[in-house]
């Protein structure tokens, strides 16, 4: 039967991915590296190629059925919708509609270099500057028509086409005028659909129902499709940088055709295309096609690395285990249902119905007399043989994993329990030797066998490591945990171009054998790159490069200096690798160079040479600043964020010191392998590693100003050659202004003067009152010992001195002076009077006065006294002896 494959690498995305609609009549990707979809009442979806996100007539559009979009010089975005235009900045919505017209419906537009858009709608031509709406078909007299599409070629010539042919607006000196191309053209030219110009400066004309049509500025002429599509509906034309024409058609799907060349190649369904109705085509900034479809949602096409073939292709197994090419160029698959073989596009199955078996064939190998061999799960070995399959007799239950033919022509077969056996065939039958642990096999174990180019045998066991031996059966090396090995688990084994022998894991990743340098030991885990650690199968570019097919699909390890890995690019089910998980050891290097990898589902070819290396380094964008987790956007700084997540020089409090930076690097072609690197100028010392982190947190700031910078790059270690940069800074409190600086200092001098001041008046106070009352305890025996000179009543003296000093001892140092006073005057008195024989009544009388008071004083005011004289008496001039009334 004739051998169908899925060729091309197709990534389909419609409703239940996210695009909020299926019919998608616009694509367009804006400089920050997004996609944006218009849909047929969906509203308008955009994707990074992590996220989908739609907005809608709740948003501020003005219509859900989007026409069509187009980036502005600005890089804001026009929106060509049912009922008029919205125009979109990245934070709100605005739109425009024409009084008057509300059934009016933009259906294409083109912006010239002044920013107006010249506009397609159901009636003619508008022209919008911004603000106001001019009828074009009404300053030129033109009858209303529907005009479907608009180009603007150069600023002298706008081309648009409708219902009714394809016209050109000429602006020359500002006058415009109209050329009616359907007039002059001897081709109909009605209907419209499509304009593009090319590089060359031809005019491609894609119609409703006639195919499509160049004009070189002379004359026109009609592009001869095939029959069947002669008469297509080209909706959207696409111009590539080799002169390709991709053509958007109504009903045929994708077509594309050289200009120069004349051929044409067809997508649809067949190939992964998920509609034939196509309404836009773009190619994005990695290289990649997308296709907006009527029903299909958007097409992604990646182009053609690998191609799959599977039960669907005609292959009669699901499984792929073993893959061979023989000596005429046939390629022979192992499958779980037998073995396939094709050649020249024809294949053939081989089972149960038609001489074979429906069992599992895990190994191929062809002798030097072209005999072919098959190693099977279960069923032992068989051999093909003028077209004739026979079995083993000798090995008829046994697993087979692997096989070589030597230079000898003797077969050696690696099993799963008996060891490894060594076949030679002769005349008279065949020769058997069987090597196992009892001759120094490390297994009877074995997961794969290979023969080196020095014609030694290599073979992996389940538990025990690997080994290598020569022709005669002799161990020549070991390699197991003891001497470095990760894991003794090896379940494959393959030799690079420059002869060093890889081990893949059954999960410690893979190991290298340096031949040239002693045997010594290389090993590659996650840390190195590796998707999974489990190495189903190992194969090599022609440059020595290692692929490495897991579970989770194919790795593709790029080496420098032979040992280290530079890059690793994987590939999986998005990629075009379809059966994901390889099976172990299937795989082919054929003699062209081809590489193939049985999977799960159906064989892969690559072509490594198609590879198309990803120059364009991720578009960086800020996506949030959070302060303290809540989202700028939701603080009191919404305002320094401007259009498209834009931040103007932040400039934060002293309390906002905590932020988190989110960004995202859109790499529409991988955006699973974008990878980070970041540094805050004013913080951090060093760039960080390579993460695939997109957020980092920053808390407790110091005041200061600050550059939050970011680059990313991609699968193919392109970096972003500058950085994405975030200006902000954090406030200085008042606390650490010089004003408060200074007046802290002032304050904390002028409180330890006022302290220091307080304490010395303290210790004077205290000095002073031990000072008086030293003084006063002087005075009082001072005045006991002129008392006792004079010989008064001791008892008097006594009480006298005692009385004062309990005033003295329970403060009251006021009554105490008030006393002591009096007391010193007495003893003045006394003193002065004992010098005299007589002295006046007055004085005596005074004396008295003061003895009495100073009695009741000492008596506790326990008596009252009143001296009474005749005021007869005449007291100054009667002279009396002193102290005759004591």
């Not at 004359?219 to 001869?224: E, G, L, M, P």
């Not at 000095?767 to 006792?788: D, F, G, R, W, Y």
């Amino acid at each position: 039967m004739n051998f169908h494959a899925q060729q091309y690498i197709f990534r389909n995305y419609s409703v239940e991915d996210g695009v909020a609609q299926s019919q998608v009549y616009s694509v367009i990707q804006d400089r920050r590296g997004i996609l944006w979809f218009g849909t047929q009442g969906g509203g308008l979806t955009c994707y990074d190629g992590v996220r989908f996100k739609t907005f809608t007539e709740r948003d501020g559009l003005l219509n859900n059925t989007v026409n069509q979009i187009k980036e502005d010089a600005k890089g804001n975005l026009w929106i060509a919708t049912k009922t008029g235009l919205s125009y979109y900045d990245g934070v709100r919505f605005q739109s425009f509609q024409l009084l008057g017209k509300q059934n009016l419906q933009v259906s294409h537009f083109d912006i010239d270099a002044k920013g107006k858009l010249w506009l397609a709608t159901n009636v003619g031509v508008y022209l919008f500057d911004g603000k106001h709406f001019s009828n074009l078909f009404s300053e030129l007299k033109l009858k209303e028509q529907i005009i479907n599409t608009i180009l603007i070629s150069d600023e002298e010539h706008i081309f648009f086409g409708g219902e009714q042919g394809l016209f050109c607006l000429k602006n020359e000196k500002s006058k415009l005028s109209v050329i009616d191309y359907s007039k002059q053209s001897r081709y109909m030219l009605n209907s419209i659909a499509s304009l593009k110009k090319d590089r060359n400066g031809t005019l491609w004309i894609g119609t409703f129902g006639d195919g499509m049509y160049g004009f070189n500025g002379k004359k026109f002429y009609r592009i001869d499709l095939q029959q069947e599509l002669y008469q297509s509906s080209v909706l959207d034309i696409y111009c590539d940088e080799y002169d390709n024409l991709w053509l958007g058609t109504l009903n045929k799907g994708v077509l594309r055709y050289h200009s120069k060349t004349g051929k044409f190649q067809q997508f649809d369904e067949s190939d992964g295309l998920s509609s034939r109705h196509i309404r836009s085509i773009i190619q994005d900034n990695a290289g990649n096609f997308w296709f907006g479809t009527s029903g299909g949602g958007v097409c992604n096409y990646l182009g053609r690395q690998f191609t799959t073939y599977n039960r669907s292709s005609g292959l009669y197994g699901k499984l792929v285990y073993a893959i061979f090419q023989d000596n005429s160029g046939a390629h022979w698959l192992g499958t779980e249902k037998g073995v396939s073989v094709f050649k020249n596009g024809i294949c053939f199955n081989y089972n149960a119905t038609n001489g074979f078996n429906d069992i599992g064939v895990k190994a191929i190998a062809q002798s030097q007399t072209g005999d072919l061999y098959f190693g099977t799960e279960g069923k032992g070995l068989f051999v093909l043989k003028d077209s004739v399959f026979k079995q083993l007799e000798f090995l008829k239950t046994t697993h087979v994993r692997g096989l070589v033919c030597d230079e000898n022509n003797a077969l050696w077969v690696a099993t799963a329990g008996l060891g490894l056996y060594r076949l030679e065939f002769a005349n008279d039958g065949i020769q058997v030797k069987n090597f196992t642990v009892d001759n120094g096999l490390l297994s009877n174990r074995l997961t794969s066998l290979i023969q080196d180019k020095n014609g030694d045998l290599w073979y992996g066991t389940e538990k025990f490591g690997v080994a290598c031996i020569g022709l005669n059966g002799k161990t020549k090396y070991r390699f197991t945990q003891k001497n470095g090995l990760k894991s003794n688990e090896i379940v494959s084994v393959a030799e690079d171009p420059k002869g060093n022998i890889w081990l893949g894991t059954l999960g410690a990743g893979i190991h290298c054998i340096e031949r040239d340098r002693n045997n010594t030991l290389h090993h590659y885990g996650y840390e190195e790159g590796l998707t999974s650690t489990i190495a189903y199968l190992l194969t090599f570019d022609k440059i020595g490069n290692v692929l490495v097919g897991s579970e989770k699909g194919l790795d593709y390890l790029f080496l420098k200096n032979g040992f280290t890995i530079s890059k690793v690019k994987h590939y999986s089910k998005g990629d075009g690798f379809s059966g994901v998980e390889t099976c172990r050891n299937a795989v082919l290097k054929d003699k062209e160079g081809t590489l193939w990898f049985g999977t799960i589902n159906g064989v892969i070819r690559f072509f490594p040479s198609s590879q198309r290396k990803n120059t364009q380094a991720p578009i960086l964008r800020l996506t949030d600043i959070r302060l303290f987790y809540a989202s700028l956007s939701k603080t009191p700084y919404r305002d320094f964020l401007g259009p498209w997540q834009q931040v103007k020089k932040l400039e934060l409090p002293s309390n906002q010191n905590h932020l988190t930076f989110e960004f995202f690097g859109v790499n529409l072609s991988n955006p699973d392998a974008v990878r980070y690197r970041w540094k805050l100028e004013g913080f951090d010392e060093q760039w960080s590693p390579p993460s695939t982190e997109r957020s980092i947190l920053y808390s407790n700031l110091n005041p200061g100003n600050y550059r939050f910078l970011v680059k990313a790059c991609n699968e193919d270690q392109e970096w972003s050659k500058q950085a994405y940069v975030v200006e902000f800074s954090i406030a200085t409190p008042f606390w650490y202004q010089w004003w408060f600086i200074l007046l802290s200092i002032g304050s904390g001098i002028y409180a330890v003067y006022f302290i220091v001041r307080k304490r010395v008046q303290h210790i004077q106070q205290v000095a002073s009152e031990a000072q008086n009352k030293l003084q006063l305890e002087k005075e009082l025996v001072e005045l006991e010992q002129k008392a006792l000179r004079l010989q008064m009543n001791p008892h008097f003296i006594f009480n006298a001195m005692n009385s004062i000093q309990s005033q003295i001892g329970i403060g009251k140092d006021k009554e105490a002076r008030y006393y002591l006073a009096k007391f010193s005057r007495l003893m003045r008195q006394i003193l002065d009077h004992s010098r005299s024989t007589t002295i006046a009544l007055q004085a005596e009388i005074a004396t008295l006065e003061n003895y009495l008071l100073i009695e009741q004083f000492c008596n506790g005011d326990r008596f009252d006294y009143e001296i009474s004289v005749p005021e007869n008496l005449e007291i100054d001039f009667i002279q009396i002896p002193p102290m005759i009334l004591q």
